[in-house]
């Protein structure tokens, strides 16, 4: 690694919607996938930040995903909206009904956005905390690709499968979590290879179905496994069911690369959920979820979920964020600074 340097979020966006306006996207996709990587870069989440720009390039590249595509948003019930990506990103997709969606919420008290025929390869909790902040309950899941063997099966099944949470709170921002339902994120073993580190026990199998510790083997030819072993495998094919089954996407098992080398981005289906808490709660919401967060701290919670993320945020804004040189210098000549 060569030194560390700091970076404004501005400039970290704008670089990123260059290099991704240069292969295929248009200026308005562009903007959305820099401003969620860019959001996962300054909150600490480099498995999601520019560690994935060769995958979006070589994916763009290799004719699987169209960077340029117009989503379709179908109003099709008092609470339920349909979206088709048209081989698009989520992110445009949920751009395009996001207005429509927290109007459905406001009127109805909870409102669905199921997404099809999408690709998806960020973090998720860009696109539910902003709903938290204008006063909703949201939750969103995606499946991905086949990289994670169920409870008590022999080969890869369903996706890394991530389940997003976020809650308004009456005394700080929002509570917010991302995690996938294997016992560890994808990028993060991508990461752990990368750096000769090795993986924590019960992580993944090798091509053998061996327990092993050693990233390249769950890499190639190996998967993950589930979290808490049958509640993570629970939690998965739930996520599948919702994101997949609901919305009219691909299972994760049903993605196939195989006619574009170099594609490595799941096209899969995305569910998002807005509840609005003022419609039905018999209390005031979001002091009662101060309520529950007092007595979490009285029982020696010291770090709640997402409040990790919130203090690389503010290490950020204070000091920039923080990037190996050697890569901020590729991402500038990539977008043609």
């Not at 499968?161 to 979590?177: H, S």
């Not at 691909?250 to 080398?261: A, L, R, T």
């Not at 594609?263 to 807005?274: D, M, N, R, W, Y």
């Not at 919130?310 to 990539?334: K, M, N, S, T, V």
């Amino acid at each position: 690694m060569s030194e560390q340097i700091h970076v404004s979020f501005d400039e970290l966006r704008d670089a990123l919607r260059r290099v991704f306006a240069a292969h295929g996207c248009s200026d308005h996709v562009a903007g959305l996938i820099a401003e969620n990587m860019a959001i996962a870069e300054r909150d600490g989440a480099a498995s999601h930040g520019i560690f994935r720009v060769d995958g979006y390039i070589s994916t763009l590249k290799s004719g699987w995903v169209d960077g340029k595509a117009e989503p379709v948003i179908d109003d099709v019930a008092p609470g339920f909206i349909r979206a088709d990506a048209r081989n698009g990103f989520t992110l445009a997709a949920t751009d395009a009904a996001r207005h429509q969606l927290i109007a459905k919420a406001r009127e109805n008290g909870v409102a669905i956005l199921a997404i099809h025929n999408s690709q998806h390869f960020g973090a998720l909790w860009p696109d539910i905390e902003p709903f938290a902040r204008e006063g909703f309950v949201a939750m969103s899941m995606v499946n991905s690709m086949a990289c994670v063997v169920p409870y008590g099966g022999c080969k890869p099944v369903y996706g890394t499968n991530p389940l997003a949470f976020a809650a308004p709170r009456a005394g700080g921002d929002p509570v917010v979590f991302d995690q996938a339902s294997s016992a560890m994120a994808n990028g993060d073993v991508q990461i752990a290879a990368r750096e000769g580190e090795a993986l924590p026990p019960g992580a993944g199998v090798d091509a053998g179905g061996n327990p092993t510790t050693d990233p390249k083997a769950v890499l190639d030819g190996g998967a993950l496994l589930p979290f808490g072993g049958h509640k993570g495998s629970s939690i998965a094919m739930m996520v599948e069911i919702m994101g997949a089954a609901l919305t009219g996407g691909k299972f994760s098992f049903e993605v196939d690369w195989s006619e574009h080398p170099g594609a490595v981005i799941p096209h899969t289906g995305q569910f998002i959920l807005l509840i609005d808490p003022g419609q039905g709660a018999a209390r005031p919401f979001a002091a009662r979820v101060e309520e529950l967060i007092g007595r979490l701290r009285d029982a020696g919670v010291e770090r709640l979920p997402g409040e990790r993320r919130y203090a690389a945020r503010r290490r950020a804004a204070q000091h920039g964020i923080p990037l190996d040189a050697e890569d901020w210098a590729r991402l500038r000549e990539r977008a043609g600074i």
